[in-house]
């Protein structure tokens, strides 16, 4: 929300809500590719609604969140899941280049665990190659993403995803950490 207070940062917002004009395709990419290098607020605007974009191009898409996040600033990392996350339609269309890409230095970052333990999950839901074994890496080694994946689970989850669900309860309900015991 603090790009989207300042004026580089809502311009950058507004023109990610242009996706629905497809031909400006060219200058919308053109003008938010110029902001790899721009403030963190700037790209958080971006990357606030950015899964938009894809309805205009996904690989290139895929390529500015890259570019946007290749620094891995926390806040960046660490923006909430939405239906407008870029990183929900991602792990649908090229799960693999994520896998190799992105995960092994994104899931360094502490601070963003409750968003990658999510986003991990329900890709191994979706049953991406891989999804499973980061989900796991990234569990045993952090309680923060543990914590938040137990806490992401509700009800209707555990009616629906009960095989997805009961492996990561089973396997860390002895755990000594507190946080994770009262979840």
Excluded at 32 to 57: M, P, R, V, Y
Excluded at 61 to 74: A, D, H, V
Aim: proline residues 2%; hydrophobic residues 45%.
């Amino acid at each position: 929300n603090v790009g989207i207070n300042r004026v580089r940062g809502a311009a950058a917002f507004f023109l990610v809500k242009c996706y629905v004009q497809k031909q400006y395709k060219e200058e919308i990419f053109g003008a938010l590719e110029t902001c790899k290098d721009a403030s963190l607020s700037t790209k958080g605007a971006i990357i606030f609604q950015q899964a938009f974009l894809s309805n205009l191009d996904t690989k290139r898409n895929l390529e500015l969140y890259l570019s946007l996040t290749k620094n891995m600033e926390i806040p960046l990392l660490r923006i909430q899941l939405s239906n407008a996350h870029p990183l929900l339609y991602f792990i649908n269309t090229d799960f693999d280049r994520l896998r190799k890409d992105f995960f092994p230095e994104a899931l360094k970052v502490t601070e963003a665990h409750h968003v990658f333990s999510v986003l991990l999950w329900i890709a191994w839901v979706r049953n991406l190659n891989g999804a499973k074994d980061l989900l796991f890496d990234l569990l045993d080694g952090s309680n923060y993403a543990v914590e938040s994946l137990i806490n992401y689970f509700d009800k209707n989850s555990v009616k629906e995803y009960s095989k997805y669900i009961m492996p990561v309860v089973l396997r860390y309900v002895d755990s000594e950490d507190e946080k994770v015991g009262a979840q």
